[in-house]
C-alpha cells in the first residue's frame, strides 16, 4: 500500500481519528477528501488543515452517498482509498428503558453505510492502478463489552468484511 500520491476519501473525516488521519495523509503528499454531516464542522477542519477537500454527506442517507459518488466521479475519478472510518458508539443499558435509543442510526452508521459505499465506490476504484479500501474498526470487535452491545457487533462484522481491489 503506498502512502503517497493517492487520492482518498475519509468519511467522517472532521473530527477525532478521521482528521487526525487526513492531516497526517494530506502532509505525506495524498489528495485528501473529508465527508460528514455537518457543513460547520468540515469547515473547522479545513480551517486546521487547509488542504482538505470537503463534502457534506450523511453516509446512512442514499441520496448523499449518490451524490458524493457522482461527485466523486466528476471531480475526483482518480480515487483509490476508501477509508470507511464514520462511526458511533452509545451505551445500552436495558433496565433503564431507552437501550434501543438511536439503535436505527447505529447500525446504519457503523455497519451499512460502510458496505455501501464499498459497493458504489469500487467501480471508481477498480479502474485505478491500486486501490485500498480500509475500515476503521475496535478493539471491542474482538472484546466485546455488555454495555456497548451493538456497537461491538457492528465493528465485528466491519473487521471481517476485509476487502482487497484487485488491479485491473
Ligand atoms: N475514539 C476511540 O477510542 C475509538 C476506538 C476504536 C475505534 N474507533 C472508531 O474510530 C472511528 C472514529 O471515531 P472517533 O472517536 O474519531 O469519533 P468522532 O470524533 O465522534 O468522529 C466521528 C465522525 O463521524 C462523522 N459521522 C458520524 N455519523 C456520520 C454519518 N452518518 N455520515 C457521515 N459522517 C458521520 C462525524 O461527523 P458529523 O457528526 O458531522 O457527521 C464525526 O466527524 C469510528 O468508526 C469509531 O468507531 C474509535
Redesign the pocket.
Known amino acids: 500500500m503506498k502512502l503517497t500520491d493517492n487520492t482518498i476519501l475519509i ?2 473525516g ?5 482528521l487526525a488521519l487526513a492531516k497526517q495523509f494530506s502532509e505525506r503528499g495524498n489528495r485528501v477528501i473529508i ?4 457543513r460547520e ?1 468540515l469547515d473547522r477542519a479545513q480551517s486546521a488543515v487547509p488542504a482538505l477537500i470537503t463534502q457534506v ?4 442517507v442514499l441520496d448523499n452517498r449518490d451524490s458524493l459518488s457522482g461527485w466523486l466521479e466528476n471531480n475526483h475519478p482518480d480515487l483509490n482509498m476508501l477509508i470507511n ?5 452509545h451505551i445500552r443499558h436495558f433496565d433503564d428503558g431507552d437501550a434501543v435509543a438511536d439503535l436505527d442510526q447505529e447500525i446504519p ?2 455497519l451499512a ?1 460502510p458496505i455501501h459505499l464499498i459497493g458504489e465506490l469500487l467501480p471508481m476504484l477498480k479502474r485505478q492502478p491500486s486501490a485500498v479500501i480500509v475500515n ?1 474498526t ?2 471491542l470487535a474482538f472484546t466485546p463489552k455488555a454495555d456497548v452491545l451493538a456497537y461491538c457487533a457492528t ?1 465485528a462484522a466491519s473487521t471481517l468484511s476485509r476487502c482487497r481491489c484487485a488491479t485491473n
Request: charged content about 10%; proline content about 0%; some cysteine.
Open positions: 468519511t467522517g472532521a473530527s477525532g481519528i478521521g465527508c460528514g454531516r455537518s464542522a454527506c450523511d453516509v446512512t472510518n464514520a462511526g458511533v458508539q452508521i457503523n453505510a476503521v475496535s478493539g465493528k
